[in-house]
């Protein structure tokens, strides 16, 4: 059994990751936003650290984690869009008639968000090097492979309000854009959150997304053995775990 559920977990991966391939300009229009940022903000932040002591060195090498996450954060929140796309077309509704464990099908979903998440990362790390940019290879597949795991559990969880905002689409916008920029704003992604208040330092501390960045921060810095990077893994697996649960059980009790 599981090696059939194995199975429709790769094949529902490769249909979902074939309408990337079908329409990439998608894929390229969402790299239009990482890179703006990185354009813009690089440059303020460099006058702004001076001789670089806010950022504990270069500012480009503090902020260019802090673009990857944000890419995984709004590619794999987002997601949920296309699912409801397809519960509007009857297409979702078809899926669940098939033979296909449901199981496998919100796996499937999720771990399609690998695979655009893992090229778009790529590319800014890539076009950050020529600016000052210094790369560590190995440390960048590892953080890259904690915001697989990471972006697997956020893409779950956008599937699940997704089934659960089907009938009021309104709701999964609602709650998405609510939840998603003081997420990104209370994890320190932009600017160093030890100047802000106590209160956005407290909150800091209870956001998993805050874990993730200082640990992508700590690997793109060139360091592999740091307890930074072990709790951005608890974070980053813990996200996932109830990201799955959720989304299964959702999916499993779903009648459109």
């Not at 802090?66 to 890419?71: F, K, L, N, P, Y």
């Not at 009857?90 to 296909?100: H, K, V």
């Not at 999964?172 to 106590?198: K, N």
């Not at 909150?203 to 993730?212: G, R, W």
Request: glycine content about 10%.
């Amino acid at each position: 059994m599981s090696m059939a559920i194995a199975l429709d977990v790769r094949n529902v991966w490769w249909r979902e990751t074939l309408t990337i391939v079908r329409d990439p300009f998608s894929l390229i229009f969402s790299l239009l936003q990482p890179l703006v940022f990185l354009g813009l903000f690089g440059p303020l932040l460099s006058g702004l650290a001076g001789n670089g002591e806010l950022f504990g060195g270069s500012s480009l090498q503090w902020f260019l984690p802090g673009v990857v996450v944000m890419i995984t954060m709004f590619g794999t929140s987002m997601t949920g869009a296309n699912l409801q796309f397809e519960i509007m077309t009857g297409a979702f509704e078809r899926m669940l008639a098939t033979p296909l464990s449901r199981t496998s099908l919100m796996v499937g979903r999720a771990l399609k968000e690998l695979t655009p998440l893992v090229v778009q990362a790529l590319i800014v790390t890539l076009v950050a090097i020529p600016f000052g940019f210094v790369l560590y290879p190995l440390h960048v597949l590892v953080g890259l492979l904690m915001l697989g795991i990471f972006g697997v559990g956020v893409g779950a969880l956008s599937y699940a309000l997704a089934i659960a905002a089907r009938k009021t689409e309104w709701i999964f916008w609602a709650v998405q854009q609510s939840l998603l920029f003081p997420l990104l704003i209370l994890s320190g992604m932009m600017l160093p959150l030890e100047t802000g208040p106590g209160w956005m330092q407290v909150a800091s501390k209870v956001n998993p997304l805050t874990y993730i960045v200082d640990a992508e921060r700590v690997l793109f810095s060139g360091t592999l053995a740091s307890p930074t990077v072990a709790w951005g893994f608890v974070a980053a697996v813990v996200t996932a775990a109830v990201g799955l649960f959720v989304g299964i059980r959702s999916i499993r009790t779903a009648t459109i």
